[in-house]
T-cell receptor, first 115, second 109 residues
Framework: NAGVTQTPKFRILKIGQSMTLQCTQD?????MYWYRQDPGMGLKLIYY???????DKGEVPNGYNVSRSTTEDFPLRLELAAPSQTSVYFC??????????????FGPGTRLTVL | KNEVEQSPQNLTAQEGEFITINCSYS?????LHWLQQHPGGGIVSLFM???GKKKHGRLIATINIQEKHSSLHITASHPRDSAVYIC???????????FGTGTRLQVFP
């Protein structure tokens, strides 16, 4: 199993550009999550999904959109990139609600810089 | 005040030393996680516990639910233990994990 994979690993965007961060898991997990990690801060939840076709906002959803058309894929869309979105983005998945007896598996991260 | 606080923020040690990292939280929880983030950025889950104590090799995690406190211990530390250790809790109210800011550990030979 590849686990959770993310692409790209690195990206530089100009202000106002858009992009999609890809996330795929091959563990047949129901739950998938997008986090951002800023220097000196804990991971913050952007969006999460409890299954195909179902998504919900986390703590910091503004400026992002997600979709979950399949169990495996959970792309994160940035529209009109802003410098405040410079961060490292992690995708994660778990079989059931993470933290309630279920481990969360993380992707390798995408380092995004918006200039 | 953050709902999950870790101490210390930074820690240096000599190889072989016993390490303790602390995590305090202010919400009612159903479980607590310890995660390890390597210098390359990857995050792996070390422990998930809701009571008592767990041990994997040289790592030991304990939790005291009444005191809302958990500790991660590393016995006989090694340079390869150098990483950021993150505490996260699943609160009863929220459908998400709440993360601490991490403890950066450096172990020197």
């Amino acid at each position: 199993n590849a686990g959770v994979t993310q692409t790209p690993k690195f990206r530089i965007l100009k202000i106002g550009q858009s992009m999609t961060l890809q996330c795929t898991q091959d563990m047949n997990h129901n739950y998938m999550y997008w986090y951002r990690q800023d220097p000196g801060m804990g991971l913050k939840l952007i969006y999460y999904s409890v299954g195909a076709g179902i998504t919900d906002k986390g703590e910091v959803p503004n400026g992002y959109n997600v979709s979950r058309s399949t169990t495996e894929d959970f792309p994160l869309r940035l529209e009109l990139a802003a410098p405040s979105q410079t961060s490292v983005y992690f995708c994660a998945s778990s079989y059931d609600l993470a933290g309630v007896g279920n481990e969360q598996f993380f992707g390798p991260g995408t380092r995004l810089t918006v200039l | 005040k953050n709902e999950v606080e870790q101490s210390p923020q930074n820690l240096t040690a000599q190889e072989g030393e016993f390490i303790t990292i602390n995590c305090s939280y202010s919400v009612g929880i159903s479980a607590l996680h310890w995660l390890q983030q390597h210098p390359g950025g990857g995050i792996v889950s070390l422990f998930m516990l809701s009571s008592g104590k767990k041990k994997h090799g040289r790592l030991i995690a304990t939790i005291n639910i009444q005191e809302k406190h958990s500790s991660l211990h590393i016995t006989a530390s090694h340079p390869r233990d150098s990483a950021v250790y993150i505490c996260a809790v699943r609160s009863f109210e929220a459908d998400k994990l709440i993360f601490g800011t991490g403890t950066r550990l450096q172990v020197f030979p």
